[in-house]
């Protein structure tokens, strides 16, 4: 296939699996990698493909890096994975988080517009952007409400891809992911710091599990199928916004409930609730409408929550039977 693709965030959760699809696909893979006194590198390394990206130095609130980054890799597509993606963490850096998430997106788009015109480029937007939700499901017309600074830092990133498109007619496609998880989630958020504790608590490591708000509800997806419908916008011969989702809310509750059945535990047994992880403001639920996806692009997610959580939960008992 001989193309080039730039992926920022390269070494989180989709940045891995996205490298691993477009490696699969004979694409060259570049990653921007931001600098870190140790090595971010595990989810490559365990998806076995460390060894085959080309790594290249720079960090989203750098302009200058990111022109460099272009310019050295020459990408037929570029995805821009990069984020402070921790919704809790967004109250304590609510300015990295705006710059990161937010203007970051600009040196992206504005670096594209100047060195690299004909490159596709996908922006990571995300469910969060609904918050408080106008809508019972919500699709790509539904407005927007973001409930955290993460939220609103990813809305301007939002618009600013539309508007670039809009205004210089870039093909630059904006994916409203909704939550989607792995084995590779990283464990601050709840799927994985369940499904790690159910490991622990399985494997006699660990007694309790504390969380914040169990009520709230997700719609879960697992991320090795999300990053199918990333590529999948970048093929269209018009760039376009798009929900990715399952069409499935579930409450975090629920989605305890499962992790703990699949080792023969009562979540009930483990779980207490502790007000230090609830938040300032909350997304009570989100539910997604992937007709679009699946209409124009041939999408749909292939993994259910059952199947996810019981992986992710498989996964951690043998990671933690190895500590
Ligand atoms: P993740 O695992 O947290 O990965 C984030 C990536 O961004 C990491 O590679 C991180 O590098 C990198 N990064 C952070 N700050 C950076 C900076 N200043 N410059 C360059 N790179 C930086 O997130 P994910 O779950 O893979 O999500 C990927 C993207 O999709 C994010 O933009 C996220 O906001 C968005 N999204 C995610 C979901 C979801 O449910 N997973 C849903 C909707 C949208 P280090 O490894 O060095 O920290
Ligand atoms: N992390 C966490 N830890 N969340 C908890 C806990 C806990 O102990 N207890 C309850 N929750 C609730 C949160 O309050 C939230 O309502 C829900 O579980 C999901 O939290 P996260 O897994 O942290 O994900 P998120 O929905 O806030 O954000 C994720 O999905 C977004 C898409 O909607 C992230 O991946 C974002 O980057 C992404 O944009």
Not at 75 to 96: C, H, I, K, R
Not at 215 to 226: I, L, N, Q
Request: with cysteine.
């Amino acid at each position: 296939m001989n193309r080039n693709a730039l992926i920022t965030g390269v070494t989180g959760q989709d940045g891995a699996y996205l490298a691993k699809l477009l490696l699969d696909k004979g694409y060259k893979v570049h990653g921007l990698v931001a600098r870190r006194s140790s090595d971010t590198s595990w989810r490559l390394r365990e998806l076995g493909i460390a060894g085959d990206i080309e790594f290249i130095e720079g960090d989203l609130a750098d302009a200058c890096s990111i022109q460099r980054a272009l310019i050295k890799s020459k990408p037929d597509e570029v995805y821009n994975l990069g984020a402070q993606s921790f919704v809790g963490t967004s109250w304590d850096q609510p300015v990295t988080t705006g710059i990161v998430d937010g203007l970051g997106v600009t040196h992206m788009l504005e670096a594209i517009r100047q060195f690299s015109p004909d490159s596709r480029f996908y922006q990571a937007s995300t469910s969060e952007m609904f918050g408080l939700i106008q809508a019972e499901r919500q699709d790509e017309n539904t407005p927007f409400y973001p409930r955290s600074p993460y939220g609103v830092a990813k809305l301007y990133g939002h618009w600013i891809t539309v508007n670039y498109r809009e205004s210089f007619g870039l093909h630059a496609s904006s994916g409203i992911l909704f939550n989607h998880e792995s084995p590779l989630r990283g464990i601050e958020f709840v799927t994985r710091k369940v499904t790690d504790a159910v490991a622990r608590i399985k494997l006699g490591k660990q007694k309790e599990l504390r969380l914040g708000n169990i009520d709230a509800k997700r719609d879960w997806g697992f991320a090795g199928d999300y990053v199918e419908a990333m590529w999948l916008m970048l093929q269209q011969d018009k760039a376009d916004d798009y929900v990715v989702a399952t069409g499935v809310t579930t409450t975090v509750r629920d989605m305890c409930k499962l992790a703990f059945e699949h080792v023969g535990l009562d979540y009930e047994d483990h779980v207490v609730v502790d007000p230090q992880f609830f938040r300032p403001a909350e997304v009570d639920i989100l539910l997604g409408n992937p007709g679009k996806a699946q209409r124009q692009l041939g999408w749909k997610a292939k993994t259910s929550l059952v199947e996810l959580i019981q992986m992710m939960v498989d996964a951690d008992l043998r990671r933690v039977g190895k500590e």
